[in-house]
């Protein structure tokens, strides 16, 4: 059975603290995504990494991909309140790419 | 603009009585799907649809039901909704890809409660 878990579960910091939060799995995975999710609203993708070892960064967000491809973090860079939301991550199902499977998200509060 | 559409996003109901939730998109996306989002659980995926009449279960399947006759549309229903159903609901669409992982459109979500 495939597992994401992330952690922490819940995360507080002061705005301009750096922090990394983690998903790791047991199982290999042809890629991971990261999803951000805003109060009332839906999972919106971050990023999609695909190569072991490879790292992306999207402004003050850095992620990374495991050299095994079975754990992936993301590091945030002097966070903002703008930050604050569940982030979740997520791999593909052996039954096809799109068909994801979610960890169970890591809440992170900025507070100002 | 591209969006997955969500009906109804909150919803008071009683345990035996009906419904349906809507869900539409307007990106022509081959796959949809269904998730529910519980405190501590995460997104659990309850059904998916590869593509128009094909459908499959996911993790929590029990107590749901869904159709795929036009690309568009993948209504979620409850038969007989019970209390353990309570739960906010996710629908999302995306292009079906070889190869890496496509992004997934989420609708806002539709809060259930069952009385």
């Known amino acids: 059975t495939q597992l994401l878990e992330q952690s922490p579960q819940f995360l507080s910091i002061q705005e301009g603290e750096n922090l990394t939060v983690y998903c790791n799995s047991s199982s290999v995975f042809s890629s991971l995504q990261w999803y951000r999710q805003e109060p009332g609203e839906g999972p919106v993708l971050l990023v999609t990494v695909v190569t072991g070892g490879e790292v992306k960064k999207l402004k003050r967000l850095t992620f990374q991909f495991g050299d095994a491809r079975k754990d992936s973090s993301l590091h945030i860079t002097a966070a903002q309140p703008g930050d604050t939301g569940l982030y979740l991550c997520?791999?593909?199902?052996?039954?096809?790419?799109?068909?994801?499977?979610f960890g169970t998200g890591t809440r992170l509060t900025v507070i100002p | 603009e591209a969006q997955v559409t969500q009906n109804p996003r909150y919803l008071i109901t009683v345990t035996g009585k009906k419904l349906t939730v809507t869900c539409s998109q307007n990106m022509n996306h081959e796959y949809m799907s269904w998730y529910r989002q519980d405190p501590g659980l995460g997104l659990r995926q309850i059904y998916y649809s590869m593509n128009v009449e094909v459908t499959d279960k996911g993790d929590v399947p029990e107590g749901y039901k869904v159709s795929r006759k036009e690309k568009r549309n993948f209504p979620l229903i409850l038969e007989s909704p019970s209390p353990n159903q309570t739960s906010l609901y996710f629908c999302?669409?995306?292009?079906?890809?070889?190869?890496?992982?496509?992004?997934?459109?989420f609708g806002e979500g539709s809060r259930l409660t069952v009385l």
């Open positions: 999302a669409s995306s292009l079906r890809q070889g190869g890496p992982t496509g992004e997934l459109f």
């Open positions: 997520a791999g593909p199902r052996g039954t096809g790419a799109n068909n994801l499977f």
